[in-house]
């Protein structure tokens, strides 16, 4: 990946050179460039900056010395694949780079962000100082390249160059190949079902009158899982209840992408339908029952379907992906809905989709119920291999089995 930083303040940038990044820019992995935004001016004095139109405090980047850096830039070379020895020719003149300008009134970095950022080939970051860059240059570029503005938190910098620098650190550490990276990237805080991380402990077992937890200690691994799951839930709970119930980011190996999945509202309605139209069609085959709900249910079947059951939908990035239902009745809580995308199914989505809606029965519940058409081989093994036993109670209607499974604690 080639990098490519522009800034009034390139020494602030130097430690890009150091540590792991220098050694993965050594390794030929990232080329990163740091750019003199000075180099484009024209005056003796160097001007990069004057007084707002509109008037009020501080001062303004120009747009001119922005205009002539960006395009030298990106006319510049194309990337080249130093990892590997391939000529680059040929591929050149097509390659242009996202342009980032990191700004307070950005759109939040996000692990989901840097991973996107990540399969960029190219990236030119422009940073800013004063009270921040010409609003035309951004509208300029944005006609003729990928323009993001990005904000690394809600706090206030003086410029642009530090947030450049965590930007670049985010992105830099999940290329492949980058030092260190295989096995831990996958465990980490936003990686692992949106909780923060649980704490962690090393030798000696004792330190200044304080032990190391002993479950820790006992070897005993399922223990162990389950009490550093429960910390980081209550850490989360603590620190960054915004992180519960709202939504949950979950990363299923072979997705390809960061799944987020929330609680449905009235406004996912119009796609549950397109997608429970879309599952249901094979179901309704097998079992000679065209007529059957999904199928058949209308808009404000489905609407009132959200509101009155805890609906949940998994998008992977904007797309409507998988949903699944429950509500509690009498002591049981009645699973519906179950569904993924036809061409993301086979990964686990279905799978993480039941266990996700039982982990969120209520305390009262004691069963688990769900039901599926009698002729529906594939749902009845799967639902068999998740615990689910057919019932001796009646079915609901013809041609439908129900299955139970008592719930665990
Ligand atoms: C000038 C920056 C940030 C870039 C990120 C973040 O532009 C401003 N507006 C109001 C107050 C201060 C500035 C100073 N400033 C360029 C510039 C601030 C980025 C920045 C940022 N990314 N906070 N501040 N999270």
């Known amino acids: 990946m080639r990098i490519d930083i522009i800034s009034i303040f390139p020494d602030y940038l130097a430690p890009l050179e150091l540590s792991l990044l220098g050694r993965a820019r050594v390794g030929g992995l990232i080329d990163i460039r740091t750019h003199d935004l000075r180099r484009w001016t024209h005056d003796r004095h160097h001007t990069v900056d004057d007084t707002p139109y509109g008037g009020g405090a501080g001062m303004v980047m120009k747009p001119e010395p922005w205009g002539e850096a960006i395009d030298s830039v990106v006319a510049s070379d194309a990337p080249t694949d ?235 990035g904007g797309r409507l992906v998988g949903s699944a239902r429950a509500r509690l009745d009498e002591g049981c809580w009645r699973v519906g809905r179950l569904m993924v995308a036809p061409d993301l199914q086979g990964r686990g989505l279905g799978r993480w989709l039941l266990e996700h809606i039982e982990a969120q029965a209520p305390p009262e519940a004691h069963t688990f119920e769900l039901f599926t058409g009698s002729r529906s081989a594939g749902n009845l093994r799967r639902y068999r291999k998740a615990g689910y036993r057919a019932s001796s109670e009646p079915p609901p209607e013809p041609g439908v089995v129900v299955l139970r499974k008592p719930r665990r604690r």
């Open 82 to 316: 130093v990892a590997s020895d391939a000529p680059t020719i040929v591929a050149s003149a097509a390659l242009t780079p996202l342009l980032i300008v990191p700004s307070p009134s950005g759109t939040r970095l996000t692990q989901p962000m840097a991973e996107r950022l990540a399969a960029e080939p190219w990236l030119v970051l422009a940073c800013g100082r004063y009270e921040g860059i010409d609003q035309r240059v951004i509208d300029h570029y944005s006609q003729q390249l990928s323009v993001e503005e990005i904000s690394i938190g809600d706090f206030v910098l003086n410029g642009g160059e530090v947030a450049a620098m965590v930007i670049v650190e985010a992105v830099a550490r999940l290329l492949p190949g980058f030092v260190g990276n295989a096995a831990s990237l996958t465990e980490e805080s936003h990686a692992i079902g949106g909780l923060l991380e649980y704490p962690v402990y090393t030798k000696p077992a004792s330190w200044r009158g304080r032990d190391v937890p002993s479950v820790l200690l006992s070897g005993d691994h399922g223990k162990i899982a389950a009490w550093r799951h429960e910390q980081a839930l209550r850490r989360t709970a603590k620190r960054r209840p915004d992180l519960l119930h709202s939504s949950e980011s979950v990363h299923l190996s072979d997705l390809g992408s960061t799944l987020m999945v929330t609680r449905a509202t009235r406004a996912d309605a119009p796609e549950l339908l397109t997608l429970q139209r879309g599952c249901w069609v094979s179901e309704a085959q097998a079992n000679d029952a065209l007529g059957i709900p999904p199928l058949v249910e209308s808009l404000a079947d489905v609407r009132d379907g959200i509101e009155t059951w805890t609906t949940f939908v998994v998008r992977a």
